[in-house]
Each structure stands twice: as structure tokens, then as C-alpha cells.
């Protein structure tokens, strides 16, 4: 069984940074493509950026190109996303995902594991 486990979410100011963990047990880390995905109050999740397996391709939404970058350590079984420049529009509860059957995905149905999410809010 594959588990998740996110921490680094809280409250910062807005221009702020955070930093989101995400540690992965259970089964062969190198194998899985990880998606970081959000979901704020009353809106559906959606897709923040990915990293891809084998060749750490790295994706984006909009909304994360040029503040927002996602890596992964092979070594500590751990990704990361590493957001900067945060803005209140940023608050959201913040999922790692992993999925082993898709080199990359933006889409929440195609990513079989799931942590159990970490609160990000910016303050104006």
C-alpha cells in the first residue's frame, strides 16, 4: 500500500514563501509520477504542477509558472513544491498525488494515491 504524507502548509503574508513536503511509502518512489493539486472552499481541485518519472520532466498550471517549482528527492522517497511569490488567491488545501500507470497527468481522476492534504492560506 502507498502512502502519502504531505506537511509544510500555514498561514504567510502574501509575497511569502512555503515550502510542501511530501513523503512516499509503500512501493518503488522512482516509479511514480507526482502531481501537486488544490482545492480552495466551494471550487473543484485542481491541477497546480507535476514531475514526471524517470526523466523529472516538471509541468505547470498558469496560475504556478514562474512562482511555484516542483522537484523530487530519490534519496529521501520525499517531493516537494516550493511556492514563492504566494498570493491570497494561493489559499487552498494543497494534495500530493502519485500515480504509477501515467508518465504525466494534470487530471486529480488519473493519480491512484492521495495525501491527505496540508492547509495553505495567505493573508492580504
Known amino acids: 500500500q502507498v502512502q502519502l504524507v504531505e506537511s509544510g502548509g500555514g498561514l504567510v503574508q502574501a509575497g511569502g514563501s512555503l515550502r510542501l513536503s511530501c513523503a512516499v511509502s509503500?512501493?518503488?518512489?522512482?516509479?511514480?509520477?507526482m502531481g501537486w493539486f488544490r482545492q480552495a472552499p466551494g471550487k473543484e481541485r485542481e491541477f497546480v504542477a507535476a514531475i514526471t518519472r524517470s526523466f523529472d520532466n516538471t509541468y505547470y498550471a498558469d496560475s504556478a509558472k514562474g512562482r511555484f517549482t516542483i522537484s523530487r528527492d530519490y534519496a529521501k522517497n520525499t517531493g516537494y513544491l516550493q511556492m514563492n511569490s504566494l498570493k491570497p488567491e494561493d489559499t487552498a488545501v494543497y494534495y500530493c498525488?502519485?500515480?504509477?500507470?501515467?508518465?504525466?497527468?494534470?487530471?486529480?481522476?488519473?493519480?491512484?494515491?492521495w495525501g491527505q492534504g496540508t492547509q495553505v492560506t495567505v493573508s492580504s
Open positions: 509503500g512501493r518503488t518512489f522512482s516509479r511514480y509520477v
Open positions: 498525488a502519485a500515480d504509477a500507470n501515467h508518465y504525466y497527468s494534470n487530471r486529480p481522476y488519473e493519480y491512484a494515491y
